[in-house]
C-alpha cells in the first residue's frame, strides 16, 4: 500500500518570504507520478506542481518548485516570493501509474500567508 | 481548459431521501472519474473510481448500495446516495483523469442531512 505522509499541519511565512512545505511517501513502486495541489478557502483543488518519478530533473512553475530526493521518498514544495493568495491547504498526492491511476493524498498542510 | 463541474454546489435534505450530484467534465473527454470525501479540515478520502460504461471499483469500506455511481459518458458521472441520514453529510468532490494523467477536481458539493 503506498502512504504519503505531511508532518507539517500548519505553517506560517511573512508575505515574499520563501516557506517550504514538506511530503514523504512510502511505495514499492518504481514508476510513479506525485504531485501537489492547493485547496483555497473555496475548497476547489487546484494543481500547483507535477514530478514524473522518471525524471531526475525537479519540476517548476514560476514560484513553485519540488525537491523530488526519489531514494528517500521525498517530495517538498518550495515556494518562493510568497502572496496572500498563496494561503491554502497543501495536499501532497501519490499516483501508482496502472488501469486506475488513483490518487494517495496527504494530511494536509494549512500554510498561512501574512501580509 | 480541463474544467469540472459539480451541481448542485450544495444541498439539504431530509434523513431517509435521495441525492444525486452531478459530476461533468465540461472541455475534454474523461477516461476516468473519481469520487472523494472529505470531512471538516481533513484530506480527500478516495471513495470509487469509476470507467466510463463500466461499473464503479469502490474502495474497501464504502457501501457501493448506498452510494451509487453511474459513469453514462465520457464527460458525465453522477453520484446517488440513496436513503441519506446525518452521518452522510460532508463535503462530496469528483474529479476526471485523462490519459494525461493529472486530475482536474470539481468545486465540490456540500451535503446536509437534517
Known amino acids: 500500500a503506498q502512504t504519503v505522509t505531511q508532518s507539517q499541519p500548519e505553517m506560517s511565512v511573512q508575505e515574499a518570504e520563501t516557506v517550504t512545505l514538506s511530503c514523504t511517501y512510502d511505495?514499492?513502486?518504481?514508476?510513479?507520478?506525485l504531485f501537489w495541489y492547493k485547496q483555497p478557502p473555496s475548497r476547489q483543488m487546484i494543481l500547483v506542481i507535477r514530478?514524473?518519478?522518471?525524471?531526475?530533473q525537479n519540476a517548476t512553475e514560476n514560484r513553485f518548485s519540488v525537491n523530488f530526493q526519489k531514494a528517500a521518498k521525498s517530495f517538498s514544495l518550495k515556494i518562493s516570493d510568497s502572496q496572500l493568495g498563496d494561503t491554502a491547504m497543501y495536499f501532497c498526492?501519490?499516483?501508482?501509474?496502472?488501469?486506475?491511476?488513483?490518487?494517495?493524498f496527504g494530511s494536509g498542510t494549512k500554510l498561512n500567508v501574512k501580509p | 481548459g480541463a474544467v469540472v463541474s459539480q451541481h448542485p454546489s450544495r444541498v439539504i435534505c431530509k434523513s431517509g431521501t435521495s441525492v444525486k450530484i452531478e459530476c461533468r467534465s465540461l472541455?475534454?473527454?474523461?477516461?476516468?472519474m473519481f469520487w472523494y470525501r472529505q470531512f471538516p479540515k481533513k484530506s480527500l478520502m478516495l471513495m470509487a473510481t469509476?470507467?466510463?460504461?463500466?461499473?464503479?471499483?469502490?474502495e474497501q469500506g464504502v457501501e457501493k448500495d448506498k452510494f451509487l455511481i453511474n459513469h453514462a459518458s465520457l464527460t458525465l458521472s453522477t453520484l446517488t446516495v440513496t436513503s441519506a441520514h446525518p452521518e452522510d453529510s460532508s463535503f462530496y468532490i469528483c474529479?476526471?483523469?485523462?490519459?494525461?494523467?493529472?486530475?482536474?477536481f470539481g468545486p465540490g458539493t456540500r451535503l446536509t442531512v437534517l
Open positions: 511505495t514499492s513502486e518504481n514508476n510513479y507520478y
Open positions: 474529479s476526471a483523469s485523462t490519459s494525461g494523467r493529472v486530475q482536474f
Open positions: 514530478q514524473e518519478a522518471y525524471k531526475q
Open positions: 472541455d475534454f473527454q474523461a477516461t476516468t
Open positions: 469509476s470507467n466510463e460504461g463500466s461499473k464503479a471499483t469502490y
Open positions: 498526492a501519490f499516483m501508482k501509474l496502472d488501469n486506475f491511476n488513483k490518487f494517495y
